[in-house]
Each structure stands twice: as C-alpha cells, then as structure tokens.
C-alpha cells in the first residue's frame, strides 16, 4: 500500500534562516505531488505541484521553492526564512484525477 | 484565487443530529472531493464524486453534486462526538492536476 512521509512535524526557527522540508512517498510511481501551506484556522494553499522528476509548478510567487530529485522525493526549501512564512505545511501525492493524500504536516513557527 | 468555497464556516450540533456543508464552485471541474482534518493533523479524503455523478454514498456520508449550479454539499447523518473537526471541499481544474481547497467548515458535535 501506498504510504506518505513528511519531516519533521514541528520545526522552530529564526528570520533569516534557510528551510528544508522533505516529503517522500513509497508505494507507488510517478505520483502527482504537492506542497499545501495551512495558516491557523484557514483553508489549504496550493504553493507547488510536480507530475515528474524535475518538473515544478509555482502557484505563489513567494519566498519558497520546490525541487523534485527523485521520482518519490519532494523538497521544499527556502534560503532565508521571513515571519510571513510561518504555518502548517503539507505534502500531499496522488494520481491525476484521484483523490489526494497527504502527509501529517509540519508546523512551521519562524522566530 | 480560491476555486472552492464552503458554507457555513463553523457548525455546531448536538451528537445524533444530521450535519450538512455545502460547497460552491466557480469554473468547470472533473471532479470535487471532500477531506476531513482533525486539529492539528493531515487531511483525510472521504469522498470523491465525478462530474458525471449527482450522488454519492459512504457509511453516514452523503455526498451530492449539481453542475448547473456549481454546487456540492456534503451530509453527515447520525452525528458521533468523533466527527468534530474541519471539512473541506476541493476540486481539480479540468487537466486534473492542480487541486484546489476552500477555507473549510468546522464543525463541532456536542455529546
């Protein structure tokens, strides 16, 4: 069965920092994946979404990035962390057309 | 821009009580799906229905779709205490690959 991983669940840091969330999947090939960003008590954001390896699509221009090195593998990073950037982020994967799975989160608190 | 949006945002009922969401639209979509969220954690998908669908059914779930109105609502029947959290609709574009959220519906069930 198909099973999604994203670490770490809360992460703590300061302005100015750099950031890498990790996001994998095992299970299945060439899924669909996604970076969702969840501020407090609101709906999810689309930030980036990847159909194949090293393909990338930005829906937010912002402070973040998103890279797909592996088939299974979806990183994103930032290079100097702002406030703004504080939230709950989530991965999610699946094959187009279907529904979507998601990673239990992490929660992201810039300082 | 948000594609999907739900009303109300907050819902409050007794345990045993039916709870409906309901969730506009605004372009064409291949299909809408409805997650659930606890506090704190990843989504959790509970109902896909396609384009072509007008009903859908799981357990206590009831899932409707009008396209002519560009609307989709979501029944809870029997409600338990365990239902408490945040509902969300989402649909696809028509190429299937971005899927997008609205703000969600919290809902709480009082025992």
């Known amino acids: 069965s198909q099973t999604i991983h994203q670490w770490p669940a809360t992460l703590v840091q300061p302005v100015g920092s750099p950031l890498s969330l990790e996001c994998t999947v095992e299970?299945?090939?060439?899924?669909?994946l996604y970076w969702y960003r969840q501020a407090a008590g609101r709906g999810l954001q689309l930030l980036f979404y990847?159909?194949?390896?090293?393909?990338i699509s930005s829906e937010v221009p912002q402070n973040l990035s998103a890279s797909r090195p592996q088939d299974r593998q979806f990183i994103l990073s930032s290079k100097k962390l702002l406030l703004s950037d504080s939230g709950f982020y989530l991965c999610?994967?699946?094959?187009?057309?279907?529904?979507?799975?998601f990673g239990q989160g992490t929660r992201l608190t810039v300082v | 821009s948000q594609q999907g949006e739900e009303d109300p945002q907050a819902l409050s009922i007794q345990e045993g009580e039916n709870a409906t969401m309901n969730c506009s639209y605004k372009t064409s979509i291949n299909n809408l799906q409805w997650y659930r969220q606890n506090s704190g954690r990843g989504l959790v998908h509970l109902i896909l229905i396609r384009s072509n669908e007008r009903e859908k059914h799981s357990g206590r779930l009831r899932v409707t779709l009008d396209t002519s109105k560009k609307s989709s609502s979501l029944l809870i029947t029997a409600s338990r205490a365990a239902d408490t959290a945040s509902y969300f609709c989402a649909t696809d574009n028509t190429g299937g690959f971005k899927t997008i959220f609205g703000a969600g519906t919290r809902l709480f069930v009082k025992a």
């Open positions: 999610a994967w699946r094959e187009a057309g279907e529904e979507a799975f």
């Open positions: 299970g299945t090939s060439n899924p669909n």
């Open positions: 990847s159909v194949g390896i090293g393909q």
